[in-house]
């Protein structure tokens, strides 16, 4: 996995918030935070819905520019405003991990508060209300919302992985860097963002409950008079105990443990909080990034999510099915990018050795043809006095080949016929000297111990049918002074077949 990771590195997710107000853009980079935002004109989005696109692709543009080169895709985890997304949590019977799906859309259906044939919804389990029982929190939002913001942002050269709402956000942000806060304990946290309040119950790391109201409906509920901080308080304080016995009547037990995010007015809300419940709120503590602005909160959480691997990615997402396709594109166009300056490379490497190599040789066949140009001829006779020397070499070879022909032929013959002599000679017979020429007659000298060895061998060579014309003369019997007698045999080869000895 290192490797795939560092021969195709993954594309960069980004969190990107996008209010009534402002864009919002958070990447993690090696450790470090980039940061780029804009502030949106009066209008052009108002309660979650777009009124002036052509403003907002222009704002999203400008956004781009302080992230990356104009044409290069930026993948974000989008943060829509909560206007209009509904949450509702429900619980469905357990069944097979197959058929969770399903059973959470056919749920998800049936309490639903918008038309679910015109809506995008989604869902994540949250836990066991009882055996055989699971909860989980279902979200939605309407279809034309999602796809007209979506749109902006690939106008934009934006890609959306996933889009979330801010309690999603926030909940994450909760989740990984918030200090002193008990997993298992519920919490109610309020937090005042840019469009209004937003008040959510988290518990074991997910949100079981979320309600936001914009300030614009606020305003609305006091008469459309100048909004203060009077009326935010008191607005926390009904809203808060509504959702307290909510959390009592649907999962029982008590929330005992009330965090407020960091505002202008964070005090008077404490006062108002502990006046009326009897209960010590307390600020929400980043352990990591404590410099951020809370402004930036929503942001942070949804880059939290880009760090995740997108097989692993669980939470809800209120998109249409294959909304991320375009960062599956990205990665393998960032992957052929990235091997095609390796090949460039290669290429380009053997092309030089090409061309070093040509111009080697094409200098060493001009040094040749100086050379020739410049030296000395052999003259023609030499080269021709030459070849005659090289034929007739070449026949003295032949000649010698053929003689060891010949003499491959007679070699093994005199052997056998030699041995049929001896074997006939016994003891009594000393072999000197045997000649044998190409008519096949013989002449043998050898040296015997008395005269009757001598005519003994001379019969027994008569009566070897080998041989024939077996002649030993008188006169070639000769005693020697040690009491030996010399002799000289002729005799003729008439047969071959000496395979017997």
Same mark, same amino acid.
């Given at each position: 996995m290192k490797l795939m990771r560092y021969l195709n590195p993954a594309p960069m997710i980004g969190g990107l918030e996008v209010s009534d107000l402002a864009l919002r853009f958070l990447r993690f980079e090696d450790d470090k935070l980039k940061q780029a935002s804009v502030q949106l004109p009066p209008g052009v989005i108002m309660d979650g819905k777009i009124l002036e696109r052509d403003k907002l692709v222009a704002a999203l543009g400008v956004l781009h520019s302080q992230i990356e080169k104009p044409k290069k895709i930026i993948h974000s985890v989008v943060v829509m405003p909560a206007s209009n997304v509904y949450t509702q949590s429900f619980s469905m019977p357990m069944v097979a991990e197959k058929n969770v799906r399903e059973t959470a859309l056919l749920n998800m259906q049936m309490v639903s508060p918008i038309d679910s044939k015109s809506a995008y919804s989604d869902y994540q389990v949250i836990g066991e209300t009882k055996p055989g029982q699971v909860e989980a !929190?279902?979200?939605?939002?309407? +279809? &034309? *919302?999602?796809? #007209?913001?979506?749109?902006?942002?690939?106008?934009?050269?934006?890609?959306?992985?996933?889009?979330?709402f801010i309690g999603m956000s926030l909940m994450r942000l909760v989740k990984n860097y918030s200090a002193g806060m008990k997993?298992?304990?519920?919490?109610?946290?309020?937090?005042?963002?840019?469009?209004?309040?937003?008040?959510m119950i988290v518990k074991n790391g997910h949100l079981y409950f979320n309600y936001f109201h914009s300030w614009a409906a606020i305003q609305t509920e006091i008469g459309g008079r100048k909004m203060e901080a009077k009326d935010v308080q008191d607005f926390l304080a009904?809203?808060?105990?509504?959702?307290?016995?909510?959390?009592?009547?649907?999962?029982?037990?008590?929330?005992?443990?009330?965090? !407020?995010?960091?505002?202008?007015? +964070? &005090? *008077?809300?404490? #006062?108002?909080?502990?006046?009326?419940?009897?209960?010590?709120?307390?600020?929400?503590?980043?352990?990591?990034?404590?410099?951020?602005?809370?402004?930036w909160y929503a942001a942070l959480g949804a880059a939290l999510r880009g760090l995740t691997p997108r097989s692993k990615d669980n939470d809800l997402t209120l998109t249409a099915t294959g909304v991320d396709v375009g960062y599956y594109r990205e990665s393998v166009l960032n992957f052929l990018k990235s091997w095609r300056g390796v090949i460039l490379m290669a290429l380009g490497f053997v092309a030089v050795v090409f061309l070093v190599g040509d111009l080697f040789l094409i200098q060493t066949s001009t040094s040749v043809a100086e050379s020739l140009k410049s030296g000395t001829l052999v003259p023609l006779a030499d080269i021709q006095a030459l070849q005659k020397d090289v034929q007739k070499f070449n026949t003295n070879v032949a000649y010698a080949l053929k003689a060891q022909e010949l003499g491959d032929f007679w070699s093994p013959l005199f052997d056998k016929i030699l041995a049929n002599i001896r074997a006939l000679s016994g003891q009594t017979i000393r072999i000197e000297r045997l000649y044998i020429d190409q008519s096949l007659s013989g002449l043998l000298i050898a040296k015997a111990s008395n005269d009757s060895a001598v005519i003994n061998f001379k019969n027994a060579m008569a009566k070897e049918t080998n041989f024939a014309d077996v002649v030993l003369p008188l006169s070639n019997i000769k005693v020697n002074s040690d009491g030996t007698v010399s002799f000289t045999l002729q005799f003729k080869v008439v047969s071959l077949k000496f395979d017997s000895q």
């Amino acid at each position: 996995m290192k490797l795939m990771r560092y021969l195709n590195p993954a594309p960069m997710i980004g969190g990107l918030e996008v209010s009534d107000l402002a864009l919002r853009f958070l990447r993690f980079e090696d450790d470090k935070l980039k940061q780029a935002s804009v502030q949106l004109p009066p209008g052009v989005i108002m309660d979650g819905k777009i009124l002036e696109r052509d403003k907002l692709v222009a704002a999203l543009g400008v956004l781009h520019s302080q992230i990356e080169k104009p044409k290069k895709i930026i993948h974000s985890v989008v943060v829509m405003p909560a206007s209009n997304v509904y949450t509702q949590s429900f619980s469905m019977p357990m069944v097979a991990e197959k058929n969770v799906r399903e059973t959470a859309l056919l749920n998800m259906q049936m309490v639903s508060p918008i038309d679910s044939k015109s809506a995008y919804s989604d869902y994540q389990v949250i836990g066991e209300t009882k055996p055989g029982q699971v909860e989980a !929190l279902g979200a939605f939002v309407s +279809a &034309k *919302e999602v796809d #007209d913001m979506v749109s902006a942002l690939k106008e934009a050269n934006f890609d959306v992985i996933a889009v979330e709402f801010i309690g999603m956000s926030l909940m994450r942000l909760v989740k990984n860097y918030s200090a002193g806060m008990k997993p298992d304990a519920p919490y109610l946290i309020a937090h005042l963002s840019g469009d209004g309040p937003d008040i959510m119950i988290v518990k074991n790391g997910h949100l079981y409950f979320n309600y936001f109201h914009s300030w614009a409906a606020i305003q609305t509920e006091i008469g459309g008079r100048k909004m203060e901080a009077k009326d935010v308080q008191d607005f926390l304080a009904t809203h808060i105990r509504q959702v307290l016995n909510f959390y009592t009547s649907r999962w029982g037990g008590a929330i005992k443990d009330i965090v !407020l995010v960091q505002n202008p007015i +964070a &005090k *008077e809300i404490k #006062d108002t909080i502990q006046q009326s419940f009897g209960i010590d709120a307390h600020l929400l503590t980043i352990g990591k990034y404590n410099q951020l602005s809370t402004l930036w909160y929503a942001a942070l959480g949804a880059a939290l999510r880009g760090l995740t691997p997108r097989s692993k990615d669980n939470d809800l997402t209120l998109t249409a099915t294959g909304v991320d396709v375009g960062y599956y594109r990205e990665s393998v166009l960032n992957f052929l990018k990235s091997w095609r300056g390796v090949i460039l490379m290669a290429l380009g490497f053997v092309a030089v050795v090409f061309l070093v190599g040509d111009l080697f040789l094409i200098q060493t066949s001009t040094s040749v043809a100086e050379s020739l140009k410049s030296g000395t001829l052999v003259p023609l006779a030499d080269i021709q006095a030459l070849q005659k020397d090289v034929q007739k070499f070449n026949t003295n070879v032949a000649y010698a080949l053929k003689a060891q022909e010949l003499g491959d032929f007679w070699s093994p013959l005199f052997d056998k016929i030699l041995a049929n002599i001896r074997a006939l000679s016994g003891q009594t017979i000393r072999i000197e000297r045997l000649y044998i020429d190409q008519s096949l007659s013989g002449l043998l000298i050898a040296k015997a111990s008395n005269d009757s060895a001598v005519i003994n061998f001379k019969n027994a060579m008569a009566k070897e049918t080998n041989f024939a014309d077996v002649v030993l003369p008188l006169s070639n019997i000769k005693v020697n002074s040690d009491g030996t007698v010399s002799f000289t045999l002729q005799f003729k080869v008439v047969s071959l077949k000496f395979d017997s000895q």
